[in-house]
């Protein structure tokens, strides 16, 4: 997988290069401490008792002989922890166990503790319910209206609706009136999931100290902190939050899950620690993945192919929980807000809960499914006007420090760099409507919020990330925060930019293990905001300290500090004459008057966007821009595909990290792939009928194409060094890219997701019974 | 999800095992590779209380020309040029089968006699109670098409119609001694999902045996699925073949993974013998094996698809043998 070198121009010792992850060695070798590695004794199995209704009352439910059985420590029904809560403060209507009623096929309804796994299945089919069938609400389309036993009382008037966005900005009518090309595309996407490695898994233990320490596969130590506090009634400081090493997350771990405080309350009924491992069908029930959508999009442009209008509508299917929905809801409309002008854009987004897993957070959250319309919409706006798809997107971009019809800033954008880079890389001049049939190059492209202006949190007021330093002599710097290195390599980051600051080698840093008792507040791993904000944070007490060890230097150097350096393991001046003092000799000298050297450092966005109801979703300190090219080759007589490969054309900023850029770039791609190509939540009703990873069509190492990156990015006023997101964005523009390339190859247009081969060949049938000839097929 | 406790037993001969299996009637089954019965013992699919390991009984491996041991790993097979040269239609099939890690632990007779799959088998106990079970486990009534009668779960292994098409037999041993009969006749065409050959309680696959016809035949086998590994067949088409020039000397194709068996069309194919084959008569065989076939919705792939490319398929594992090299 080719990549651009590093550039020559590169100021930064580390930063910029291509950084090995610190807990690399670790990772390989099986001796990096993941959740279920961690020993305590006395531990317990946890287990949950799940529901096979999709939907019922549950009048009552009988624990005794379960709770006779020897060997069972405690059963926990909902009725003992009935506080409801939730990610986002304005919408919990989730509950650690259902209280009243059952609402999906997997919801959890009761818990066990006892001495082993076979134990504590014995309990849970002991086990028994009494419940009263409710109706099954398993298209979200019924929902939009009033129905017969609604999923939450909380739904809009009788229905199903969880949230409705209505937004319009300009005028859309007057827009399409005056339109010359216009598009219109509706597109159907089954619901994904994240299908990370390490199942959920939590242990908890509660000791006689009045503690509670909770160790958990987590994104967001500090919402699982907040969480457990709320529903648990434990004040926070009175509950230790652990992070250990976590395989991955894709935003499938950053909603505090019902699990983790029903294990925390085991441990708290036993008194002996809890442990809580799922098994993968397990996990497929949790999901909180891709939200199952319908949208519709139309696209209006004048004569000249400048964009006047979008009109967009969004149905997303929410499961059972609002989750992250509100903001999904919200997402769908906006993160159509770049990369081009829209001057007029009207949206209608409507989340309606059904009696299926919830849906949730995922990698490039609110932003795949409305990108990948829109960009087909232009493809045709292109194919109607006669105007290159290249051209098209160059033409309506928007411009470094612009605003959008919506107040969102534009400061740094090499959107235009992106569309050049892939253009000539990928010899689209000669290829696009050229190859033969069954062969095609599609462009796709997107934008991505760099982290969340307005995250949840205590009061906005707050930094969204906070970083610790100490220095002691041994001269190893310890480094603590929050943040949730979930195998992007946040840690390795945090080391590299403390080092980079002074200079010294990375194996002096050590990053610490996230744990609420010590780590300072960063709000995890989500939304693409780690390497934006924690990297600023670090950055600033990095600077803290390299004040105090400037300071001493200068005493050692007899020199004024202004003319103190940073070297390599050292602090320089130029002179005359030139001279320089080792980093340890500086750093005992600046430990004299105070022992150990801290340092604080934070970072917290500045207030953005308007003042109109919901004018915050979206707003963010920087956005990624991406265009990406793929090329196909079709089978046209069994509808299979091949991505043959992808140029990845992608503005983060200055990548601090090649390696890790490169490694979410491509991450990124495969799983855009998957969704395209054959990942599905495949439901009967609101039956799943492929919870485990061999039927959950993850693409395999063959179907990956050859991938070319290429890293145009400059630098961003804002970001750590100029760097910008790489973690979500470099999703978005895969699909629309290998959708657009199947009707280069094919002429079809793809517009319900997953593209299987069944769906291609049923395409080419339609069109060869249109009599619409192909590149004379 | 773990494994229930099961006794284990390790027999050291084909007598011994087989009475071992008849001694626990009803209450065990065989183990060769594991790599299907124990995950499906995970989701509590017909557990029995005795297991009986087959991996110490020496007549049951190794290979040659002539004759396949039932417990010889699919690795093994790969791993063998001079058998890779001999029979390249086992060969592509074999190489199809899952993962290199699952063909490093499969083995032939486990291939052969895999467990029919369906949507609503293959799931947790959890899963299947909340629907209510299924005729193949646990209920009395099939899902896919609604009765209480027949079970469609489908054939879901590689190699079988690679070895039908080469006129394989099997030898078995039971209770009342070994017998052979041809491959073709294992697979019980009056049978279903559930009572999928013809083999009596107790009865145990020895070895797989190919006449010296199955050399040097042109052979291949075409496997559709989502993904190109890890994936069971959605369906499998084997063929082989030998031609005097442009001339068919003898012609087999024999389909798998579209029904609860797999089978061969010689009523279509033994026609061919003695011409050559114009595109017409192939494309005509190709259309007919499809008409003769009747998926079933139970695996990810639509039925209507996956029959459509049956023509498909045929027509390009013939043209494909046809211009292959002879071994």
Same mark, same amino acid.
């Given at each position: 997988?080719?990549?651009?070198?590093?550039?020559?121009?590169?100021?930064?010792?580390?930063?910029?290069?291509?950084?090995?992850?610190?807990?690399?060695?670790?990772?390989?070798?099986?001796?990096?401490?993941?959740?279920?590695?961690?020993?305590?004794?006395?531990?317990?199995?946890?287990?949950?008792?799940?529901?096979?209704?999709?939907?019922?009352?549950?009048?009552?439910?009988?624990?005794?002989?379960?709770?006779?059985?020897?060997?069972?420590?405690?059963?926990?029904?909902?009725?003992?922890?009935?506080?409801?809560?939730?990610?986002?403060?304005?919408?919990?209507?989730?509950?650690?166990?259902?209280?009243?009623?059952?609402?999906?096929?997997?919801?959890?309804?009761?818990?066990?503790?006892?001495?082993?796994?076979?134990?504590?299945?014995?309990?849970?089919?002991?086990?028994?319910?009494?419940?009263?069938?409710?109706?099954?609400?398993?298209?979200?389309?019924?929902?939009?209206?009033?129905?017969?036993?609604?999923?939450?009382?909380?739904?809009?008037?009788?229905?199903?609706?969880?949230?409705?966005?209505?937004?319009?900005?300009?005028?859309?009518?007057?827009?399409?009136?005056?339109?010359?090309?216009?598009?219109?595309?509706?597109?159907?996407?089954?619901?994904?999931?994240?299908?990370?490695?390490?199942?959920?898994?939590?242990?908890?233990?509660?000791?006689?100290?009045?503690?509670?320490?909770?160790?958990?596969?987590?994104?967001?130590?500090?919402?699982?902190?907040?969480?457990?506090?709320?529903?648990?009634?434990?004040?926070?400081?009175?509950?230790?939050?652990?992070?250990?090493?976590?395989?991955?997350?894709?935003?499938?771990?950053?909603?505090?899950?019902?699990?983790?405080?029903?294990?925390?309350?085991?441990?708290?009924?036993?008194?002996?620690?809890?442990?809580?491992?799922?098994?993968?069908?397990?996990?497929?029930?949790?999901?909180?993945?891709?939200?199952?959508?319908?949208?519709?999009?139309?696209?209006?442009?004048?004569?000249?192919?400048?964009?006047?209008?979008?009109?967009?509508?969004?149905?997303?299917?929410?499961?059972?929980?609002?989750?992250?929905?509100?903001?999904?809801?919200?997402?769908?409309?906006?993160?159509?807000?770049?990369?081009?002008?829209?001057?007029?854009?009207?949206?209608?987004?409507?989340?309606?809960?059904?009696?299926?897993?919830?849906?949730?957070?995922?990698?490039?959250?609110?932003?795949?499914?409305?990108?990948?319309?829109?960009?087909?919409?232009?493809?045709?706006?292109?194919?109607?006007?006669?105007?290159?798809?290249?051209?098209?997107?160059?033409?309506?971009?928007?411009?470094?420090?612009?605003?959008?019809?919506?107040?969102?800033?534009?400061?740094?954008?090499?959107?235009?760099?992106?569309?050049?880079?892939?253009?000539?890389?990928?010899?689209?001049?000669?290829?696009?409507?050229?190859?033969?049939?069954?062969?095609?190059?599609?462009?796709?492209?997107?934008?991505?919020?760099?982290?969340?202006?307005?995250?949840?949190?205590?009061?906005?007021?707050?930094?969204?990330?906070?970083?610790?330093?100490?220095?002691?002599?041994?001269?190893?710097?310890?480094?603590?925060?929050?943040?949730?290195?979930?195998?992007?390599?946040?840690?390795?980051?945090?080391?590299?930019?403390?080092?980079?600051?002074?200079?010294?080698?990375?194996?002096?840093?050590?990053?610490?293990?996230?744990?609420?008792?010590?780590?300072?507040?960063?709000?995890?791993?989500?939304?693409?905001?780690?390497?934006?904000?924690?990297?600023?944070?670090?950055?600033?007490?990095?600077?803290?300290?390299?004040?105090?060890?400037?300071?001493?230097?200068?005493?050692?150097?007899?020199?004024?500090?202004?003319?103190?350096?940073?070297?390599?393991?050292?602090?320089?001046?130029?002179?005359?004459?030139?001279?320089?003092?080792?980093?340890?000799?500086?750093?005992?000298?600046?430990?004299?008057?105070?022992?150990?050297?801290?340092?604080?450092?934070?970072?917290?966005?500045?207030?953005?966007?308007?003042?109109?109801?919901?004018?915050?979703?979206?707003?963010?300190?920087?956005?990624?821009?991406?265009?990406?090219?793929?090329?196909?080759?079709?089978?046209?007589?069994?509808?299979?595909?091949?991505?043959?490969?992808?140029?990845?054309?992608?503005?983060?900023?200055?990548?601090?990290?090649?390696?890790?850029?490169?490694?979410?770039?491509?991450?990124?791609?495969?799983?855009?792939?998957?969704?395209?190509?054959?990942?599905?939540?495949?439901?009967?009703?609101?039956?799943?009928?492929?919870?485990?990873?061999?039927?959950?069509?993850?693409?395999?190492?063959?179907?990956?194409?050859?991938?070319?990156?290429?890293?145009?990015?400059?630098?961003?006023?804002?970001?750590?060094?100029?760097?910008?997101?790489?973690?979500?964005?470099?999703?978005?523009?895969?699909?629309?890219?290998?959708?657009?390339?199947?009707?280069?190859?094919?002429?079809?247009?793809?517009?319900?997701?997953?593209?299987?081969?069944?769906?291609?060949?049923?395409?080419?049938?339609?069109?060869?019974?249109?009599?619409?000839?192909?590149?004379?097929? | 999800?773990?494994?229930?406790?099961?006794?284990?037993?390790?027999?050291?001969?084909?007598?011994?095992?087989?009475?071992?299996?008849?001694?626990?009637?009803?209450?065990?089954?065989?183990?060769?590779?594991?790599?299907?019965?124990?995950?499906?013992?995970?989701?509590?699919?017909?557990?029995?209380?005795?297991?009986?390991?087959?991996?110490?009984?020496?007549?049951?491996?190794?290979?040659?020309?002539?004759?396949?041991?039932?417990?010889?790993?699919?690795?093994?097979?790969?791993?063998?040029?001079?058998?890779?040269?001999?029979?390249?239609?086992?060969?592509?099939?074999?190489?199809?089968?899952?993962?290199?890690?699952?063909?490093?632990?499969?083995?032939?007779?486990?291939?052969?006699?895999?467990?029919?799959?369906?949507?609503?088998?293959?799931?947790?106990?959890?899963?299947?109670?909340?629907?209510?079970?299924?005729?193949?486990?646990?209920?009395?009534?099939?899902?896919?098409?609604?009765?209480?009668?027949?079970?469609?779960?489908?054939?879901?292994?590689? +190699? !079988?119609?690679?070895? /039908?098409?080469?006129? &394989?037999?099997?030898? $078995? *041993?039971?209770?009342?001694? @070994?017998?052979?009969? =041809?491959?073709?006749?294992?697979?019980?065409?009056?049978?279903?999902?559930?009572?999928?050959?013809?083999?009596?309680?107790?009865?145990?696959?020895?070895?797989?045996?190919?006449?010296?016809?199955?050399?040097?035949?042109?052979?291949?086998?075409?496997?559709?699925?989502?993904?190109?590994?890890?994936?069971?067949?959605?369906?499998?088409?084997?063929?082989?073949?030998?031609?005097?020039?442009?001339?068919?000397?003898?012609?087999?194709?024999?389909?798998?993974?579209?029904?609860?068996?797999?089978?061969?069309?010689?009523?279509?194919?033994?026609? +061919? !013998?003695?011409?050559? /084959?114009?595109?017409? &008569?192939?494309?005509? $065989? *190709?259309?007919?094996?499809? @008409?003769?076939?009747? =998926?079933?919705?139970?695996?990810?792939?639509?039925?209507?698809?996956?029959?459509?490319?049956?023509?498909?398929?045929?027509?390009?594992?013939?043209?494909?043998?046809?211009?292959?090299?002879?071994?």
């Amino acid at each position: 997988m080719a990549s651009a070198p590093t550039p020559p121009t590169n100021p930064y010792r580390l930063l910029g290069g291509r950084i090995p992850y610190v807990e690399g060695p670790l990772k390989v070798t099986g001796r990096a401490e993941y959740t279920d590695d961690i020993q305590r004794p006395g531990l317990l199995v946890g287990r949950l008792l799940r529901s096979p209704w999709p939907h019922a009352r549950l009048r009552s439910i009988d624990v005794a002989a379960a709770r006779a059985l020897p060997g069972v420590y405690a059963v926990l029904t909902g009725d003992r922890y009935p506080i409801p809560f939730g990610v986002l403060p304005i919408t919990h209507d989730e509950t650690a166990i259902a209280v009243d009623a059952s609402r999906y096929i997997g919801d959890i309804i009761a818990a066990v503790a006892a001495r082993d796994e076979p134990t504590a299945e014995a309990a849970l089919a002991l086990i028994r319910v009494d419940a009263e069938p409710l109706a099954e609400h398993a298209d979200p389309r019924m929902g939009t209206s009033k129905v017969t036993d609604p999923i939450h009382a909380k739904g809009l008037a009788g229905t199903n609706i969880q949230k409705e966005v209505v937004q319009h900005f300009g005028d859309v009518d007057a827009a399409f009136a005056r339109a010359r090309f216009t598009a219109r595309v509706r597109g159907t996407f089954a619901g994904v999931t994240h299908a990370f490695t390490e199942p959920m898994a939590t242990i908890a233990e509660a000791t006689p100290d009045g503690r509670l320490t909770v160790w958990s596969a987590t994104q967001v130590p500090h919402y699982l902190h907040r969480t457990l506090s709320e529903v648990l009634g434990i004040p926070m400081h009175r509950i230790r939050v652990i992070k250990p090493e976590v395989g991955g997350g894709f935003g499938g771990k950053s909603d505090p899950l019902p699990h983790e405080i029903v294990c925390a309350a085991l441990a708290i009924e036993t008194g002996r620690p809890v442990k809580i491992l799922f098994d993968r069908e397990e996990v497929f029930y949790t999901n909180h993945g891709r939200h199952p959508t319908q949208n519709e999009v139309r696209v209006a442009a004048d004569a000249e192919g400048n964009l006047l209008a979008y009109d967009i509508e969004a149905l997303i299917d929410g499961g059972a929980w609002s989750s992250f929905g509100t903001v999904t809801t919200y997402y769908n409309g906006v993160l159509a807000m770049g990369p081009y002008r829209v001057p007029n854009f009207r949206y209608k987004g409507r989340r309606v809960y059904t009696t299926k897993p919830p849906s949730g957070a995922m990698r490039a959250h609110g932003g795949t499914n409305i990108r990948y319309s829109i960009e087909v919409a232009l493809d045709r706006i292109a194919e109607e006007s006669g105007i290159d798809p290249f051209d098209l997107r160059e033409r309506n971009a928007l411009a470094p420090n612009s605003t959008t019809v919506n107040r969102f800033e534009i400061t740094s954008t090499s959107f235009l760099e992106c569309l050049s880079a892939v253009r000539k890389a990928s010899d689209w001049d000669r290829k696009f409507r050229q190859l033969p049939y069954g062969r095609g190059i599609g462009l796709g492209c997107g934008f991505y919020i760099s982290g969340s202006n307005s995250p949840i949190h205590f009061t906005p007021k707050m930094p969204q990330s906070t970083v610790h330093l100490k220095v002691d002599m041994d001269g190893g710097i310890a480094v603590h925060s929050m943040q949730a290195d979930i195998g992007q390599g946040s840690n390795t980051l945090l080391a590299a930019i403390v080092a980079e600051v002074l200079g010294v080698d990375l194996e002096r840093v050590h990053v610490q293990r996230v744990d609420s008792d010590v780590s300072p507040v960063d709000l995890g791993s989500y939304s693409s905001r780690v390497t934006f904000m924690m990297g600023n944070a670090a950055r600033s007490a990095a600077e803290q300290l390299k004040g105090e060890l400037i300071t001493a230097a200068a005493g050692l150097l007899g020199t004024p500090p202004e003319e103190v350096m940073v070297g390599h393991e050292c602090f320089e001046t130029r002179g005359p004459p030139p001279a320089s003092v080792p980093f340890l000799e500086v750093l005992h000298r600046a430990m004299e008057a105070k022992g150990a050297l801290t340092a604080s450092g934070s970072y917290q966005t500045r207030p953005k966007g308007g003042t109109f109801k919901g004018a915050k979703a979206g707003t963010a300190p920087a956005y990624s821009f991406a265009a990406y090219v793929a090329e196909v080759s079709v089978d046209v007589e069994t509808g299979e595909y091949r991505v043959r490969k992808v140029w990845a054309g992608f503005d983060c900023g200055r990548p601090l990290n090649r390696l890790a850029v490169e490694g979410q770039i491509e991450g990124s791609i495969h799983m855009g792939l998957g969704q395209v190509m054959g990942e599905s939540m495949n439901y009967r009703g609101s039956r799943l009928f492929n919870p485990s990873l061999l039927e959950y069509k993850i693409p395999m190492p063959q179907q990956m194409p050859e991938v070319e990156i290429l890293l145009v990015g400059k630098d961003d006023p804002e970001g750590p060094f100029g760097a910008k997101e790489a973690g979500e964005g470099p999703l978005i523009a895969t699909l629309p890219a290998v959708g657009n390339a199947l009707y280069d190859a094919v002429g079809v247009r793809f517009t319900d997701l997953p593209i299987t081969p069944d769906k291609v060949l049923r395409g080419i049938d339609r069109r060869v019974a249109e009599r619409r000839a192909w590149k004379g097929a | 999800m773990h494994l229930d406790p099961f006794e284990l037993h390790r027999p050291r001969s084909v007598e011994e095992a087989v009475r071992l299996a008849s001694e626990l009637s009803g209450q065990c089954d065989y183990l060769a590779g594991g790599t299907d019965l124990l995950p499906n013992y995970k989701m509590h699919l017909n557990l029995r209380p005795h297991l009986i390991a087959l991996e110490d009984i020496p007549e049951l491996r190794g290979h040659s020309f002539e004759r396949l041991g039932a417990m010889e790993r699919l690795a093994d097979l790969e791993g063998d040029p001079a058998f890779r040269a001999a029979y390249p239609g086992i060969q592509d099939a074999v190489g199809e089968v899952a993962t290199p890690l699952v063909r490093a632990s499969g083995t032939v007779g486990g291939n052969l006699l895999v467990e029919t799959r369906c949507f609503f088998f293959n799931q947790s106990f959890f899963w299947r109670a909340s629907l209510g079970f299924c005729l193949k486990a646990d209920g009395d009534r099939c899902h896919v098409v609604p009765q209480k009668e027949r079970c469609y779960a489908t054939f879901s292994g590689d +190699l !079988a119609p690679s070895l /039908l098409v080469l006129d &394989a037999d099997v030898e $078995v *041993a039971g209770p009342s001694g @070994r017998r052979r009969l =041809p491959l073709s006749g294992l697979y019980d065409a009056a049978g279903d999902g559930i009572r999928r050959t013809r083999l009596a309680p107790g009865e145990l696959l020895v070895a797989v045996h190919l006449p010296p016809s199955a050399r040097g035949q042109r052979a291949g086998y075409k496997k559709l699925r989502v993904r190109p590994s890890f994936d069971f067949p959605e369906l499998g088409v084997a063929v082989a073949g030998r031609w005097d020039g442009t001339r068919v000397e003898s012609l087999r194709i024999a389909v798998g993974g579209v029904e609860t068996y797999p089978r061969r069309f010689d009523a279509l194919t033994d026609p +061919l !013998a003695g011409a050559p /084959l114009s595109e017409e &008569a192939l494309g005509r $065989v *190709a259309s007919e094996v499809m @008409r003769g076939v009747r =998926p079933v919705h139970n695996t990810f792939l639509l039925p209507d698809y996956r029959r459509r490319v049956v023509e498909v398929y045929v027509r390009r594992a013939v043209r494909e043998a046809r211009e292959g090299s002879a071994a």
